[in-house]
């Protein structure tokens, strides 16, 4: 019989190499685990870099980001303190209801950041503030529904509209338009602004027959996984904010020396400058003819460009990228807005001449409407946004009969 070894006192049996692998695995999992658990708790209790919030925002496989349905999350920086409260239908508003009341005019005002406002409380946005307005001024039932979510274009407004905003049956669709919307309908350009970040978004390209063609949402790697740890973890809030502001040389796209989102300043479009300008004038005209064959009425509102609010926006331009390119023209996107509006026999205004008379009026200082630390409006920049939306839309007769009008008698003959 072949003799039993006994093993000598203090000795170590040696792991396999297969075993010492398992091991590093389970370690580095569990060491990298404990680090995330740590710094979400850390990000949970202690502001960092002067900035605090939570999750309020999710990839959406329409539209490509969405506000998360009944969040409820402080939105603190060093200038400002803004409080986000999404309903129920995934709006950056008060509750809602699905069905309108007898005689209801309700108003749908579509748009990016500028719309969803999350740097102001809640009744300081400017929907809000437009729906007290309009009170004020003897409109007692008109709903102003706030659709607005940030770094959407037309594209994604349009694909908004059908799926989710004409539930609601309004009256009156208010476009409010920015000039990174040109980029945000456009499939090559706002990935290259984006650089190495990848930017889930539904684009309309030109077919060969200049008719647009589709491109859906592309669906997202382990989606459930990313969803739930994007709805519940600040620790990967902050981290994909922090990824978001990585530029590396190779994905460093330019126009003219500068960032390439300034091209929709140039006074001759390039010819991928000039497929986004197409495209944005389809899409629009599509979004008119959609509304308007709902029975809706329709206007699309230019927010203020940078020059129109800043005397001094070529010093601040400037200090921010550098230099002031010799084709960088800053009526570009007014001029062809118009142009498109004309051409597609859409309404379009300008809200600037009165928030100029208003900055003039009360001797305002830069940052004017906006914050010292963001360029986005303070709650007194959304209080002018919607009184200038409101007199554009008295002046365009947009809005239902007031309940003081003196009543119109039919003429006798």
């Known amino acids: 019989m072949p003799s039993k070894v006994t093993p000598v006192a203090g000795s170590r049996a040696r792991l396999t190499v297969r075993k010492k692998l398992a091991f590093g695995i389970v370690y580095a999992f569990f060491m990298v685990f ?118 959407i274009g037309t594209t994604q407004e349009f694909v908004m509209y059908k799926q989710r905003v004409r539930r609601f049956r309004p009256d009156l669709v208010v476009l409010t338009f920015v000039g990174n919307d040109i980029m945000n309908n456009s499939s090559t350009l706002q990935p290259k602004a984006y650089g190495i970040h990848t930017w889930y978004c539904p684009y309309f390209d030109l077919g060969r027959d200049g008719n647009l063609i589709f491109r859906p949402v592309e669906p997202r790697p382990f989606n ?67 509304v308007s ?29 550098g230099r002031v390119p010799l084709d960088f023209k800053p009526t570009t996107v007014e001029d062809r807005l118009t142009e498109i509006a004309d051409r597609n026999r859409i309404t379009l205004d300008f809200v600037y001449p009165y928030m100029q008379a208003y900055r003039d009026a009360h001797h305002l200082q830069w940052p004017y409407f906006s914050f010292t630390c963001d360029p986005h409006y303070s709650a007194l920049g959304h209080q002018v946004l919607a009184e200038a939306v409101v007199q554009r839309l008295q002046e365009h007769h947009l809005l239902p009969e007031r309940a003081d009008s003196p009543r119109q008698w039919p003429a006798t003959k």
């Open 34 to 151: 404990s680090l995330l658990c740590v710094g979400e708790l850390t990000l949970r209790v202690l502001p960092v870099w002067s900035f605090k919030s939570a999750p309020f925002r999710r990839y959406d496989p329409d539209i490509g980001i969405a506000l998360i349905p009944k969040a409820h999350v402080i939105h603190w920086r060093g200038c400002f303190q803004g409080e986000v409260s999404v309903n129920q239908w995934g709006m950056r508003d008060r509750d809602r209801s699905l069905e309108k009341s007898p005689g209801e005019f309700r108003i749908a005002l579509l748009g990016d950041s500028v719309v969803e406002g999350v740097q102001v409380r809640p009744d300081e946005v400017v929907n809000i503030r437009m729906e007290k307005l309009l009170q004020d001024k003897g409109y007692k039932n008109v709903e102003v529904l706030n659709f607005g979510v940030e770094g």
């Open 224 to 290: 459930k996984v990313r969803s739930f740890l994007e709805a519940h973890s600040v620790a990967l809030y902050y981290f994909e904010r922090m990824w978001s502001r990585v530029k590396l040389p190779l994905f460093n796209y330019s126009w003219q020396g500068i960032p390439i989102e300034w091209g929709v300043y140039g006074d001759l479009p390039d010819a991928e400058w000039g497929r986004a300008w197409l495209v944005t004038e389809k899409v629009m005209a599509l979004l008119h003819e959609t």
């Open 293 to 321: 064959g709902d029975g809706a009425k329709f206007i699309v509102l230019l927010w203020p460009e940078l020059h129109r609010i800043d005397p001094d926006w070529q010093r601040r331009f400037m200090k921010q990228v």
